[in-house]
């Protein structure tokens, strides 16, 4: 028999992988305005962020309403402070294409610095960080979760390498200052969507199994 919670937290549950697939599409929409010169995925972007404010604001009504009207215990109760954790970092995200796509727009201004190689690899990276961390939760799949823990890593060697070899462009020729410096903003907002990714992947595994791997992760580093 259905509980009147199984369906308000699938409504929610929608709500949710309908916001990650907008941040998706702005990752990649971000990247296509770098890679492709295109300012007119800039104003796409900006759009879509609208509407991701809008999904945060509606998911996390939805979850305090669920939380007061059913007082939800146990794996319901840690669910739905799932939800309320990953949306704030889905915003975040969103958040991050904007810069890169504005980033972008500075760039397209000006000749191309170098052939974009590291930067598309690191926003597919990300995207893949991204669907993985949604379809771990979805399916309460700890052992994806934990991939995409592990994948955060190379995200971080690529930009850490990416950081100096622009350095070093900055060094040998000042008239790239500003060229590096936007590229170094993208390079640097892409991270945090691997961050933000890692934070939803630690946050499914506490919800399937209890478990707060935040703090043990960060002693290993």
């Given at each position: ?23 998706e ?42 939380l ?29 294409a904007?810069?890169?796509g504005?980033?972008?727009a ?5 000749p ?32 994806m ?22 350095l ?11 060229r590096?410096?936007?590229l ?23 919800y ?14």
């Amino acid at each position: 028999m259905e509980r009147p919670l199984d369906h308000q937290t699938e409504k929610i549950r929608q709500d949710l992988l309908r916001m990650g697939g907008l941040v998706e599409q702005m990752i990649a929409k971000a990247n296509h305005a770098l890679v492709e010169r295109d300012d007119a995925a800039v104003q796409q972007i900006l759009e879509q962020d609208h509407e991701v404010d809008r999904l945060e604001i509606e998911i996390d009504e939805a979850c305090m309403q669920t939380l007061v009207r059913h007082q939800p215990a146990a794996v319901d109760l840690r669910y739905l402070v799932a939800v309320m954790k990953i949306v704030t970092d889905l915003e975040r995200m969103g958040d991050s294409a904007v810069n890169i796509g504005q980033s972008a727009a500075n760039l397209n201004t000006e000749p191309p610095l170098k052939p974009y190689i590291d930067l598309p690899e690191m926003s597919h990276n990300v995207r893949d960080m991204v669907r993985r961390s949604l379809d771990a939760f979805v399916r309460r799949d700890v052992s994806m979760a934990e991939s995409v823990l592990a994948a955060d890593d190379e995200v971080d060697a690529r930009y850490k390498q990416l950081f100096r070899e622009l350095l070093t462009y900055m060094i040998e020729d000042p008239r790239t200052i500003s060229r590096c410096l936007h590229l170094l903003l993208i390079a640097r907002n892409l991270e945090r969507i691997g961050d933000h990714a890692t934070n939803i992947a630690e946050d499914v595994i506490y919800y399937v199994e209890g478990r707060d791997v935040r703090h043990h992760l960060a002693q290993g580093h």
